[in-house]
């Protein structure tokens, strides 16, 4: 479901900065013009052929594949980087703009399944922004088909996770959470998605209490707190908190839940994070009676 339509560029941008001519890597197996019709995207050229140019370049298939992915990299950061001025405006007619785009590049790409992902994503976040307009149902079965289909779990795909959660049932959920967990020391090696990671979970796990799915909820207690091993990350630190304070109190430990909860909403004010203060007072109050 990759997109390789631009793999004539990559080449081009490989060999035009190491200041080569298509005359130095033609050959009697590959010759300059169908380097340069393949550069241009005008047409494909077989893998020998291809593997040639390479070689006379003296580029690996690694080397190139790199060139590759940080193109795909680059294109999905420029995507999800116009998301976030949308939604801290809470511009639903921003959203829909881009949603119209992605629609418009699948049904001429219908190849590069990425465009209609990203309709999907994009109808999340016009979802939370507008709770009347509804979540087709037949887009999680597509997720959901998509992510146990696909081996690797990236970036791409842990947001998309943590952006559906919201209307994603608790089984298929927690399906998906542990799946998270199975490739967590994978995710260890990359920071941001460490982070991700971590951030997720405890979206999966605020969502298993709020739908009283407690035994579920307990589970991801105990699966996040060793995640939380930096004393430095007050964030999630105090989310945790405020988490395992609401589970306390729907298990009956009201007391001490309650003190949890309003620990962490006090540590949010005093280091001056308002606006996450306000949402767990609202939790708070929407939970305790």
């Known amino acids: 479901m990759q997109n390789y339509d631009h793999l004539g560029q990559v080449f081009k941008n490989l060999r035009t900065n190491r200041h080569i ?22 047409s494909d050229i077989s893998l020998e052929k291809f593997l040639t140019a390479l070689s006379n370049m003296h ?34 007619a921003g959203f829909q703009k881009m949603q119209a785009e992605e629609a418009w590049e699948f049904s001429e790409h219908p190849d590069i399944y990425r465009h209609h992902l990203n309709v999907i994503l994009l109808q999340s976040f016009i979802c939370k922004c507008d709770a009347t307009v509804p979540f087709p149902e037949e887009y999680i079965d597509e997720v959901t088909d998509y992510l146990f289909t696909t081996e690797e779990w990236n970036m791409y795909e842990l947001i998309l996770i943590g952006n559906l959660y919201l209307f994603i049932d608790i089984p298929l959920l927690h399906r998906m959470g542990q799946e998270i ?15 991700l990671v971590t951030i997720t979970l405890l979206n999966i796990w605020e969502t298993c209490l709020h739908r009283d799915a407690l035994t579920v909820a307990l589970f991801y207690m105990e699966k996040i707190e060793p995640l939380l091993n930096d004393e430095t990350d007050l964030y999630k630190r105090t989310i945790y908190l405020f988490l395992s304070g609401l589970l306390h109190y729907k298990q009956g430990e009201k007391q001490s839940g309650i003190e949890e909860m309003k620990n962490a909403i006090q540590i949010f004010e005093w280091v001056g994070s308002e606006n996450l203060a306000n949402n767990y007072k609202k939790d708070f109050e929407r939970f305790v009676r």
């Open 21 to 42: 001519s298509l005359k130095q890597i033609s050959n009697e197996r590959v010759s300059a013009a169908q380097i340069s019709r393949f550069e241009r995207g005008e």
């Open 59 to 92: 580029i690996e298939v690694s080397e190139f594949m790199d060139a590759v992915n940080n193109y795909q990299r680059t294109e999905q950061i420029r995507f999800m980087s116009a998301l976030i001025p949308l939604e801290y405006e809470r511009n639903i």
């Open 181 to 195: 967990l199975k490739r967590k020391d994978y995710y260890w090696e990359i920071g941001s998605h460490k982070n």
